[in-house]
């Protein structure tokens, strides 16, 4: 069986399904994407128990020819790094969607450019052939343009326009390395596993040229510092289940590249960017964390928290241990569970009050027990409180990144104090005090906020308290990739 085709395409087909039904059966069109995306949910969960945790070889892999006059493969296959990021896809997809049953208009088309997103997040993951790579990230790029643009705020269009230009932008540098390497490698492959044997006869200067050719596609969309900068209006602008899943998922696709492609298949250009990098991954912690502080828009404040967050990543990997990557896919995995239920949480006091001022609330605690509850647990766990599942990831990253860069570790845990700081304020305004008689007639969580909300605290609070089922997954692969690199 294909399982993993059959994972990333029952979307398409939901998607093909709701295109073939009228637009008046709104019903008929919720269903059918919570169908085919709650099915690939339930699939890539039941790889969890077919999953060899013994290996770093591809599983479940799946080759056939695609473009044979250059080489070009349909090829599939996942490992400790990847099929952790295809699990968080399919739930948080499936998430949103349930968190998308309150829109209301162009429904019909919303949920089919739902869907035909998740192809291209899923595919990116499960791809071992660069050029199906490639299309499976430029896929995303057009459901997301559209998800913003039309169902976002007020400056959507403007926001669309910038997520569009800037991933474009670093996508068109990213197919220059791939056609590079192509041409680089003999006989010429896009074999992802092919290549990533190939570096040892490319010289130093070659592999620093294609590292920055793939860095910049990777880092416009980690975002990593400077190309940071559509992320916070594209948050704001776009609608709550596409804020969830732009920061559970898609920011995940850069640091995966960095990890999958830039490291294991360019070295020695990793190696000459090395001191870069966790600089970079420095910025990120502390400055998106400042910027994170300077905000009064509640999601404004989270995406800022998302670039800080993006930091702890970079920063396991460039510790080049099998502890600080580790902690990095840890971190990725964690960060996706805990945002996405911080910007459901964020969605949920907009519907109501259609303001997301932090200022503009006060003493809800008493009024809405279950959402401040939620909300504060959400909360502590992004700033790292033990017991929670931000903790671990975070503790690994620096654990791992200590032995090789003391300085800049000891540094960027200004950035778990700032993340403190900012959280901590974020709560007092809107929960303690005395009640705004604005809001005395607010409304608690429903039935359908419940239903989004409530596997992703579980699983928080379950890999808080025992992240070993996460870290089986990971480790042979990790420990297999941190051997490449002496």
């Known amino acids: 069986m294909n399982i993993l085709s059959i994972i990333t395409f029952l979307p398409l087909v939901g998607a093909l399904v709701i295109l073939a039904l009228p637009k008046e059966k709104e019903r008929s069109v919720q269903i059918v994407a919570l169908l085919c995306s709650g099915l690939s949910l339930i699939l890539s969960g039941a790889l969890f128990f077919f999953f060899n945790r013994q290996t770093a070889d591809m599983q479940f892999v799946e080759r056939m020819p695609w473009i044979p006059s250059i080489n070009v493969q349909y ?4 490992d400790g790094l990847s099929y952790p990021l295809i699990l968080l896809t399919t739930l948080m997809t499936f998430v949103s969607l349930i968190a998308s049953l309150n829109i209301k208009n162009r429904i019909k088309e919303y949920f089919f450019w739902f869907l035909i997103l998740e192809v291209g997040m899923l595919g990116v993951f499960a791809s071992l052939d660069l050029v199906l790579f490639y299309v499976f990230w430029e896929i995303t790029l057009v459901p997301m343009y559209f998800l913003i643009g039309i169902w976002g705020g007020p400056k959507k269009e403007y926001a669309a326009i910038k997520f569009f230009l800037y991933t474009l932008t670093g996508s068109v540098f990213m197919l220059l390395g791939i056609l590079a390497v192509y041409f680089k490698s003999s006989p010429h492959t896009f074999d992802l596993l092919i290549l990533l044997q190939s570096h040892p006869t490319w010289e130093r200067s070659f592999q620093i040229l294609i590292f920055l050719a793939f860095y910049l596609g990777f880092a416009v969309k980690v975002p990593a510092f400077p190309f940071h900068t559509w992320l916070p209006l594209a948050h704001v602008e776009a609608p709550t289940a596409v804020s969830v899943v732009l920061a559970a998922v898609l920011l995940k696709m850069g640091v995966y590249g960095i990890m999958r492609v830039s490291y294991g298949m360019l070295p020695l250009g990793f190696q000459w960017f090395l001191p870069y ?3 970079i991954a420095v910025i990120n912690i502390i400055y998106g964390a ?3 502080m300077a905000q009064t828009d509640m999601k404004k404040m989270v995406a800022y928290s998302s670039i800080n967050h993006m930091g702890y990543c970079l920063l396991g990997i460039a510790g080049l241990t099998v502890t600080g990557f580790s902690g990095a896919v840890l971190e990725m995995v964690n960060h996706g569970l805990i945002t996405g239920a911080l910007f459901l949480l964020v969605g949920v006091i907009y519907d109501r009050t259609h303001t997301r001022d932090i200022g503009a609330f006060g003493g809800l605690a008493a009024k809405v ?3 401040a509850g939620l909300m504060s647990l959400a909360c502590f766990a992004s700033l790292g409180l033990p017991g929670l599942a931000g903790f671990w990831g975070e503790l690994l990253c620096f654990i791992g990144a200590f032995p090789r860069w003391k300085l800049y570790t000891g540094v960027s845990v200004i950035g778990l104090l700032v993340t403190t700081a900012f959280f901590l304020r974020m709560l007092e305004k809107v929960f ?6 604005k809001w005395k007639d607010l409304a608690d969580v429903d039935a359908r906020e419940l239903c989004a909300l409530l596997p992703l605290v579980a699983l928080t609070i379950y890999l808080g ?5 996460a ?6 692969t990790v420990g297999h990739m941190a051997g490449l690199f002496k």
Do not use: M, R
């Open 471 to 476: 870290l089986d997954l990971i480790n042979a």
């Open 277 to 279: 990098l966790v600089i």
């Open 369 to 371: 027990p279950v959402y």
């Open 75 to 78: 090829f599939l296959g996942v």
């Open 465 to 469: 308290i025992y992240p070993k089922p």
């Open 432 to 437: 303690l005090g005395p009640l705004n008689e």
């Open 290 to 292: 400042l910027c994170a």
